[in-house]
């Protein structure tokens, strides 16, 4: 009886531990972090469009250009305007699409020095319209 308490106690911890040793998929995280791992490969530079004076990230709530639904979660985002250079310089970083939140169903962000790729099965399936068009 004792053995089986034992066994069972440990096997809780080890289940506890996953959670705390930080396993968790896309679904399991807040929409704040989420947008937080989009734009995280992106220069320091332009992440700071997204950060306080403190260099700490805003609410998404105060993002330029994030729309929300009646849920309040994140609906559409345009940044085609946020990032808008005359040309378009290198170094400028990725942003990581497949963190988009599965509620996103309009992302643009054209015409800037963006690089990189991303496998679009990875997208969140309410997407509607994507435009990351002009870019690297």
């Given at each position: 009886f004792v053995f089986l308490s034992i066994a069972m106690l440990f096997s809780i911890l080890i289940s506890a531990a996953d959670d705390l040793l930080g396993r968790h998929d896309k679904h399991s995280l807040p929409q704040q972090a989420l947008m937080e791992i989009v734009i995280s490969q992106l220069s320091a530079n332009n992440q700071t469009v997204f950060q306080d004076l403190d260099g700490e990230f805003l609410d998404i709530t105060e993002w330029t250009n994030v729309f929300f639904n009646d849920s309040a979660e994140i609906h559409i985002i345009t940044w085609c305007e946020l990032f808008q250079l005359e040309e378009k310089p290198s170094g400028q970083g990725t942003i990581?699409?497949?963190?988009?939140?599965?509620t996103v169903t309009e992302f643009r962000i054209d015409g800037r020095g963006f690089h990189g790729v991303f496998d679009a099965g990875l997208l969140p399936k309410l997407l509607q319209r994507i435009d990351i068009s002009d870019c690297r």
């Amino acid at each position: 009886f004792v053995f089986l308490s034992i066994a069972m106690l440990f096997s809780i911890l080890i289940s506890a531990a996953d959670d705390l040793l930080g396993r968790h998929d896309k679904h399991s995280l807040p929409q704040q972090a989420l947008m937080e791992i989009v734009i995280s490969q992106l220069s320091a530079n332009n992440q700071t469009v997204f950060q306080d004076l403190d260099g700490e990230f805003l609410d998404i709530t105060e993002w330029t250009n994030v729309f929300f639904n009646d849920s309040a979660e994140i609906h559409i985002i345009t940044w085609c305007e946020l990032f808008q250079l005359e040309e378009k310089p290198s170094g400028q970083g990725t942003i990581l699409l497949e963190w988009l939140p599965d509620t996103v169903t309009e992302f643009r962000i054209d015409g800037r020095g963006f690089h990189g790729v991303f496998d679009a099965g990875l997208l969140p399936k309410l997407l509607q319209r994507i435009d990351i068009s002009d870019c690297r």
